[in-house]
């Protein structure tokens, strides 16, 4: 169960490796968090993880996870919720692909998709029966500002980022009042692995700031968390302008 506080004391991570989900749970360790999940394809980095965080205290156990097999997903969190009640599902697993690589090779595209759009649809909505039958929980999803609106620079990626967006949205508001918490987390450009060597763009933040937010947001139960947050006003202005004049921006 979460302590007084709103914070975890178990948590699963769909995408051990993902540099945000490692600084978020860091920070819950911290905190109050003792058993943590690491789920993702079995690998040196998902064991390296794992024996990070058992040296800050956590007891960590790593389970088998393919986004891009959904057949699996039932049994694969079936096997983690068997083992006890879970109070936070952090679902961070995704990809960025190359964008113009990607436009010449629609097969390529359709990886990025599968992965960050149909994959997350089934391991969200797989968590969150578990979630809802246990009577408790938090799912959080990593979305991006990416997917507010598509990008000439980005739109496969970004695309993928609207259909979880709004997936995540709906399934908060299905959830709503069962016990289960849904949290839409949406970081602008975020300095990582996975954007080494790109241009940074403007309001760029960390996997540590973005870890901060998710504490935050937990602690108030926030149903939409935007990092860095002066991002809310800035997507909304993009957002509503023509797109005549969205085209000559350099975004």
Known sequence: MKDAFGLPQSLLVLGGTSEIALATVRRLVARRTRTVWLAGRPSPALEAAAEELRGLGAEVRTAAFDALD????????????????????????????????????????????????????????????????????????????AGERARRANFIYGSSKAGLDAFAQGLGDALHGTGVHVMVVRP????????????????????????????????????????????????????????????????
Do not use: C
């Open 70 to 145: 959904p057949e699996s997903h039932e049994a694969a969190l079936g096997k983690v919720f068997a083992e006890g009640d879970i109070d936070l599902v952090l679902l961070a697993f995704g990809i960025l692909g190359d964008q113009a690589h990607d436009e010449r090779e629609p097969l390529n595209a359709v990886r990025v998709a599968q992965t960050n759009y149909t994959g997350a649809v089934s391991a969200g909505l797989v968590a969150a029966r578990s979630l809802q039958a246990q009577g408790h929980g938090s799912l959080v999803v990593l979305s991006s500002v």
């Open 188 to 251: 602008g450009f975020v300095r990582s692995r996975m954007t080494e060597g790109m241009a940074e763009a403007p309001l760029a933040t960390t996997p540590e700031a973005v870890a901060t937010a998710i504490e935050l947001g937990l602690r108030r139960r926030s149903e939409t968390v935007w990092v860095p947050g002066a991002l809310r006003v800035v997507m909304s202005a993009l957002r509503h302008l023509p797109r005549t004049v969205f085209r000559r921006l350099p975004v």
